[in-house]
């Protein structure tokens, strides 16, 4: 009995450091995931410090995306110029593969600096469709993310919670730390004075 009552205490332990580190690296990120036998409806949102164009530059820089969203392989425009846009993305989902493809062909609808729509075209899935949505011009400006994913296969109880918002979180706020540093990178730019010889 005394064995039982260790592992418990040692698995509450365990879950509540899952949560306490989940809330840790929240930032001012709210994420929430919901799932079911309609498969997985997910939405963020995150107020960031910097404006609708430059948040808008990040969104959109399609072949650049895998050098700062974690666990993506490649990200790249798979369309030519004119046409309607496709962008393939391969990531290493890892655990995360149950809902989210490692390959996958999205075709998208741009409203600049304002929403981005798509949905999966090709992928190990049923169906995959979503927005990103920009909110304000100037900073603080409202990052949206609303994705609704039906993986081709039941959802395990793993996947309904903490979990995939974790994960989610993880990519959303990765984008949010991007647009955030190309501010400060363009007001570093704009402060420095033209050093010409006099």
């Known amino acids: 009995m005394k064995k039982e009552e260790k592992m418990r205490r040692a698995l509450f332990a365990a879950f509540s450091l899952l949560l306490a580190s989940s809330c840790a690296q929240a930032g001012n990120a709210r994420i929430k995931a919901n799932s079911g036998l309609a498969g997985v409806k997910v939405e963020a949102t995150q107020e960031l410090q ?4 430059t948040l808008w530059g990040t969104l959109t820089d ?3 995306l895998a050098t ?32 989210m493809p490692d ?11 304002s929403q981005i729509r798509f949905r999966a ?45 974790d994960e989610v979180r993880t990519r959303f706020e990765a984008v949010g730390r991007e647009a955030e ?14 050093q010409t010889a006099h």
């Open 181 to 194: 540093r190309r501010s400060r990178e363009a007001r570093k730019s704009a402060n420095v004075p033209n």
């Open 62 to 64: 399609y072949n650049r």
């Open 121 to 165: 075209i090709t992928g190990k899935l049923i169906s995959m469709t979503g927005e990103w949505r920009i909110v304000g011009d100037k900073a603080p400006v409202t990052l949206i993310y609303r994705a609704h994913i039906v993986p081709l296969s039941p959802i395990p109880p793993l996947g309904s919670g903490y979990f995939v918002e």
């Open 50 to 53: 910097t404006d609708a164009h």
């Open 68 to 99: 700062f969203i974690p666990d993506m392989v490649s990200s790249r425009i798979i369309s030519a110029p004119g046409a309607p846009k496709r962008v393939e993305q391969i990531g290493d989902s890892g655990m995360f593969a149950f809902i």
């Open 103 to 113: 390959q996958v062909v999205l075709a998208l609808e741009e409203t600049p600096n």
